[in-house]
């Protein structure tokens, strides 16, 4: 078997051990003869995965009951219409903090649906950072806040969260589950699973009880967030392999020590990358400010873009791929989500250090 070191952004690497146990179980899930797949979503064999699955991300966000954990489908990018939708009742105005690109997605969908207010708008700064968020004017009466915890293009990461009168609510697709968090300052958090969860396929959303009792009844039954609530997130058939897979993951992440286990592990490894990336005299350029650097998406550039291509190919021959930049920006990122392992970080470094000898 050979596996490479993926430093994809999105899908993304999942824990070798995650994937190990799918595979003993992929065509006999616990003696019952057939694969979870093929068990009917009502059944007793996937309920148990579905309980658990639902009570792991519970432990790991440390939820009281006024939240409650939802399983939906259409990614992140579903939610960016699901939230206007069922909260941005009419005559109100929603907040939206514009990061960048994950952001300003949020927020054009959020304008087809309600009044819009931009707080702040940080998407074309260079070096990218994210403004102070103590310190913007929020709406008073703000049906709630948007906020994006982690600029996955950008390489930026929000380092606290604002107190704010309103429900505040957080895409953390590319940091869900990578430090502790405090989930009673948010009124709700989403997450694609793909990049610190599981397989793409199945979204995250953890919402605050009440807040899902907003949405108007015209809205189509699928579109509500208390359809999934009144139905434990089986209203329809749910995407059952991946809440396996999301099962397994928060399984693994739990026996890491939990949200403060792997935020240990996750700043050992961005630190080192930081470290190569700022002992290199200058060839490699951080992009994202210093205070503001994700531990998720690391992201640089080299004295030249023919350089960058020749990074990007060199790293590939060498086994480590996903390494280019995000079309848009270009330059290099490292995704290092959860699972990403130390050796790949030290894989990486090492190359860094050989290639700007060798181009230097
Ligand atoms: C990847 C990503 C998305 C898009 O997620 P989909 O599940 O593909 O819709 C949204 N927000 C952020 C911050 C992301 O990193």
């Not at 950072?129 to 709406?139: H, K, S």
Request: with cysteine; proline share 4%.
């Amino acid at each position: 078997m050979s596996r490479v070191f993926n430093f994809n952004p999105g899908p993304a690497a999942l824990p070798l051990e995650v994937l190990e146990i799918a595979q003993r179980e992929l065509v006999d899930f616990n003696g019952t003869g057939m694969s979870i797949m093929e068990h009917s979503h009502r059944g007793k064999a996937y309920d148990a995965v579905h309980e658990e699955a639902l009570a792991n991300a519970g432990k790991l966000l440390g939820l009281n009951d006024d939240y409650q954990v939802l399983f939906l489908q259409g990614g992140a990018s579903m939610q960016f219409a699901m939230i206007p939708l069922n909260l941005l009742g009419a005559g109100q105005s929603a907040d939206y903090v514009n990061t960048g690109a994950w952001a300003s997605k949020a927020i054009n969908e959020a304008k087809k649906v309600g009044t819009v207010n931009i707080l702040a708008d940080t998407a074309k700064d260079i070096p990218t950072t994210m403004p102070d968020f103590d310190a913007l004017a929020y709406t008073p009466g703000a049906a709630y806040v948007h906020v994006t915890s982690n600029e996955t293009i950008a390489g930026t990461q929000m380092k606290s969260f604002p107190k704010t009168e309103a429900p505040l609510i957080a895409d953390m697709s590319s940091d869900i589950l990578c430090r502790p968090l405090d989930v009673t300052q948010f009124g709700m958090i989403y997450a694609g699973a793909q990049k610190n969860l599981g397989p793409s396929g199945v979204t995250l959303v953890v919402i605050r009880k009440d807040l899902a009792e907003r949405g108007t009844d015209s809205l189509p039954a699928f579109l509500q967030y208390r359809t999934f609530i009144k139905n434990n997130s089986l209203y329809n058939t749910a995407p059952t392999f991946g809440i396996y897979i999301f099962m397994l993951v928060t399984r693994w992440l739990l026996e890491k020590g939990g949200a403060g286990g792997i935020e240990k592990i996750n700043e050992a490894k961005a630190g080192k990358l930081y470290a190569a990336i700022d002992g290199s005299n200058g060839y490699y350029r951080g992009t994202a400010v210093p205070a503001l650097r994700s531990t998720m998406n690391v992201t640089w550039r080299l004295p030249s873009e023919e350089l960058e291509a020749k990074f990007v190919q060199e790293a590939t021959a060498q086994g480590m791929i996903g390494l280019k930049g995000h079309r848009s920006v270009g330059g290099i990122r490292a995704s290092i989500y959860n699972a990403c392992p130390a050796e790949a970080i030290d894989a990486l470094v090492a190359f860094m250090t050989d290639f700007q000898a060798q181009n230097g």
